[in-house]
């Protein structure tokens, strides 16, 4: 059975720095992994997309690398700015039934 | 806009007092889900349906019900609502069941005493 597990639950770190966030499988066999920003009060926003023969995307500041091998994945936020706080949450589709497996997210601020 | 309506926002209720959280999407869809998020969990999927009058349980259907008479409304049912029903509840819809593309509404926050 497919386990997604996000470390740490919780990061803080002042305004201005690089961060890397991570997400582990145990089943390697995924179709996909999708990171989300999760806003109290506003549900969730689909970041990045990787597919499973993919290494990388980008989209500005953000960078999410997929190493399926290994079972990981890592959200890179450059420049992080009070705005970037949320929570983040990965999630992998399979390949068997395409339904999202949801890692319990890292809770990330920034302070100015 | 694009959107998913989740209503109410916010609910406390009894125990056994039966409720209905409201779930309308505005782009056609034909796949919907219900999902509950707890602390220190991941989203877990309650119900899907991928089109009308097609429903299907999740990982975590029991003491919920749903129905999906019109493409549009996927309302989630608790009969008999418990305090381990207490959750924050996100209702989802995508083009199709595997679509990367995935609108979320704004999450339901639901405290049963």
């Known amino acids: 059975k497919q386990e997604v597990t996000q470390i740490p639950a919780a990061l803080s770190v002042p305004e201005g720095e690089n961060l890397v966030l991570n997400c582990s499988f145990t089943?390697?066999?995924?179709?996909?992994l999708q990171w989300f920003r999760q806003d109290p009060g506003k549900g969730l926003t689909s970041l990045l997309l990787?597919?499973?023969s993919q290494r990388e995307q980008t989209s500005g500041r953000l960078n999410a690398s997929l190493d399926k091998s290994s079972g990981r994945s890592t959200l890179y936020i450059a420049a992080s700015q009070p705005g970037d706080s949320a929570t983040y949450l990965c999630a992998v589709r399979m390949d068997s039934n395409y339904q999202l497996i949801w890692g319990a997210g890292t809770k990330l601020i920034i302070k100015p | 806009e694009a959107q998913v309506t989740q209503n109410p926002r916010y609910l406390i209720t009894v125990t056994g007092k039966k409720l209905t959280v409201t779930c309308s999407q505005n782009m056609n869809h034909e796949y919907m889900s219900w999902y509950r998020q707890d602390p220190g969990l991941g989203l877990r999927q309650i119900y899907y349906s991928m089109n009308v009058e097609v429903t299907d349980k999740g990982d975590v259907p029991e003491g919920y019900k749903v129905s999906r008479k019109e493409k549009r409304n996927f309302p989630l049912i608790l009969e008999s609502p418990s305090p381990n029903q207490t959750s924050l509840y996100f209702c989802a819809s995508s083009p199709y069941r595997g679509s990367t593309e995935a609108f979320f509404g704004q999450g339901t926050r639901l405290t049963v005493v």
């Open positions: 990787i597919q499973s």
């Open positions: 089943d390697s066999a995924i179709y996909n």
